[in-house]
């Protein structure tokens, strides 16, 4: 059985605010944060995610913002846990109504086998190009994405099994 609360592996998290750009907001004004909190468990593995994320409007329909990840992972398999961090870097365009488009920039840096004393930290990347829908739901946003792994590489890009991911995030 699986639980999911987020999807997180892209880490980033869409995060809006209502700004009049008209009026010349400050740079504080342009700041918005989002972030998310995610927990997996399986028969053979458990995750649990955190990843806060600051963004800042370059205008109403584009910004741009970086996020971090913290990841603790166990193998119950092994009776092995990891530490994984990293950051990723992303571009937000509005098209049009509640559609944008989106690309993403991340890394993540684990062991790839935590159950093997001394082994070495690798670190994998990955680049996300993709959009979604951003529908206000009071004062947060809904938001639904789906992007793909241009460099996607079935054969070296572990711990990614697919080049997509999916996405359902609230935002506040």
């Not at 995060?15 to 053979?44: E, H, L, N």
């Not at 950051?87 to 790839?112: C, D, E, K, T």
């Not at 829908?133 to 793909?148: E, H, R």
Request: aromatic fraction near 16%; charge should be neutral.
């Amino acid at each position: 059985m699986v639980i999911c609360f987020g999807l997180l592996s892209s880490g980033a998290l869409l995060a809006q605010k209502d700004v009049d750009m008209d009026s010349g907001p400050s740079f504080k004004d342009r700041i918005y944060t989002g972030g998310g909190f995610g927990f997996s468990s399986g028969a053979y593995s458990s995750y649990l995610t955190i990843s806060p994320t600051i963004g800042y409007m370059l205008s109403r329909k584009a910004s741009v913002g970086v996020g971090l990840t913290y990841q603790y992972y166990k193998d119950k398999v092994y009776d092995a846990d990891d530490h994984r961090y990293g950051a990723n870097i992303f571009l937000m365009h509005q098209v049009v109504g509640p559609v944008f488009v989106m690309g993403q920039y991340s890394f993540l840096n684990m062991n790839r086998i935590p159950s093997i004393e001394n082994n070495p930290r690798e670190t994998f990347t990955r680049f996300l190009l993709g959009g979604g829908v951003s529908q206000p739901i009071g004062k947060a946003f809904l938001n639904i994405t789906a992007m793909y792994d241009i460099t996607f590489d079935s054969s070296s890009n572990y711990p990614y099994s697919s080049p997509w991911v999916f996405g359902a995030f609230i935002s506040i």
